[in-house]
């Protein structure tokens, strides 16, 4: 004969467990989801420097007893997609010397210009001339003729522009295209016509 008592006795038993491990489920520290880090804001970086084209050209020439003048036009074109400002503007005008470097000598170039502004690809010439006394030319001997060959050194300084040096050297039309031909020192005094600048990357050495 089945004893109900033991029956009720292990029902609430297994009642009693089983409201245990509810409470337990219910007070189990739950596993915190942590959000992915937000990425750092990349730092803007600097716009780059304005592009400068420098180019030469050459509108007449003369020599005296005493000195070589020479008249030039200097072009400044902005290649950059935003303005430049406040350029300084400076030339020097020496010869080619043989065995030596004939780098720009920057600390006697002379202040001609300063140019206020030059908007996106647009384009500021200046003009004006520039002597060189006979007395500080370099001859370069070829044979029985003596021979020089001016170089004019271009300088740009400006707001956030770094110094920029454009070296030409000057001369008559050569048989090449684009190359140009010494100056010879036995010319009389008068004008020079048709004389042409050619960019050169370094100086050339006489």
């Known amino acids: ?29 739950k596993v915190l989801r942590l959000a992915p880090p937000v990425a750092a804001p990349k730092e803007a970086e600097p716009p780059a420097p304005p592009r400068i ?4 050209d050459i509108p007449g020439a003369s020599r ?16 950059s997609e935003r303005a430049v400002n406040d350029l300084a503007l400076a030339v020097q005008l020496t010869t080619a010397r043989q065995g030596q470097s004939n780098a720009a ?8 210009a300063r140019v206020e502004r030059i908007g996106p690809h ?8 520039v002597q060189l006394p006979f007395a500080e030319i370099a001859p370069v001997i070829q044979g029985r003729i003596r021979l020089f060959i001016p170089l004019l050194h271009v300088t740009v300084e400006g707001e956030g522009q770094q110094r920029l040096v454009r ?10 295209e684009g190359r140009v031909q010494p100056l010879r020192m036995d010319i009389l005094p008068g004008s020079l016509p048709d004389l042409r600048a050619r960019a050169i990357e370094a100086p050339l050495p006489a």
């Open 122 to 129: 647009q384009s500021r010439s200046v003009t004006g001339e």
């Open 167 to 176: 070296s030409f050297v000057i001369g008559t039309p050569g048989m090449a």
């Open 53 to 56: 084209d420098i180019s030469l």
């Open 105 to 112: 000598p920057l600390a006697a170039a002379r202040s001609i």
């Open 64 to 79: 005296s007893l005493m000195t070589f003048t020479l008249r030039y036009r200097i072009t400044l074109a902005n290649r």
């Open 1 to 29: 004969m089945i004893d109900w008592r033991w029956l009720a006795a292990g029902a609430l038993v297994l009642t009693s467990l089983a409201g245990g491990w509810l409470v337990w489920r219910q007070r189990k520290p």
